[in-house]
């Protein structure tokens, strides 16, 4: 496996890593790889697309971080953040946050170690 040619990145936090502070981030360094904050995939599926994917052309490189249980969706959202020039598709396999949890996706829902490779 490659090696990541990022010496630097900052995590995906839920209501921080919005676009306004990635492009802040971006400021600070042109040399990070940022991560989006994690977007669900009901919100891609059933919101406002727009208002979740859209970001800053100068902020790139951004990982899109998705959270999600079903596969299928997972693939359709992947291909979304593809679709708006995201860097990198991030999957939440492991976030312990309680809402991650209540909401029955990340690795907590997942039956099988196997199952984030399913959607391939
Ligand atoms: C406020 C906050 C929000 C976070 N949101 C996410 C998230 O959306 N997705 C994720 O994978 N991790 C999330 N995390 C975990 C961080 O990305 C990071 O992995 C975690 O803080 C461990 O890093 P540390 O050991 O340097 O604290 C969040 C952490 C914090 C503090």
Same mark, same amino acid.
């Given at each position: 496996? /490659?090696?990541?040619?990022?010496?630097?990145?900052?995590? =995906?936090?839920?209501?921080?890593?919005?676009?306004?502070? &990635?492009?802040?981030?971006?400021?600070?360094?042109?040399?990070?790889?940022?991560?989006?904050?994690?977007?669900?995939?009901?919100?891609?599926?059933?919101?406002?697309?727009?208002?979740?994917? &859209?970001?800053?052309?100068?902020?790139?490189?951004?990982?899109?971080?998705?959270?999600?249980?079903? =596969?299928?969706?997972?693939?359709?959202?992947?291909?979304?953040?593809?679709?708006?020039?995201?860097?990198?598709?991030?999957?939440?396999?492991?976030? =312990?946050?309680?809402?991650?949890? &209540?909401? /029955?996706?990340?690795?907590?829902?997942?039956?099988? /170690?196997?199952?984030?490779?399913?959607?391939?």
């Amino acid at each position: 496996m /490659a090696s990541s040619p990022w010496r630097l990145s900052v995590a =995906p936090m839920m209501d921080w890593t919005d676009r306004h502070c &990635r492009y802040f981030h971006r400021l600070l360094s042109r040399h990070a790889l940022l991560y989006t904050e994690m977007v669900t995939t009901g919100a891609l599926i059933h919101g406002d697309v727009a208002r979740h994917l &859209r970001f800053n052309a100068e902020e790139q490189p951004v990982a899109l971080q998705l959270g999600g249980s079903e =596969p299928a969706d997972l693939a359709h959202c992947a291909k979304l953040g593809e679709q708006w020039g995201y860097e990198e598709i991030n999957l939440n396999c492991g976030c =312990p946050s309680e809402r991650v949890q &209540r909401g /029955a996706f990340g690795r907590s829902s997942w039956p099988t /170690a196997s199952r984030p490779w399913s959607m391939w």
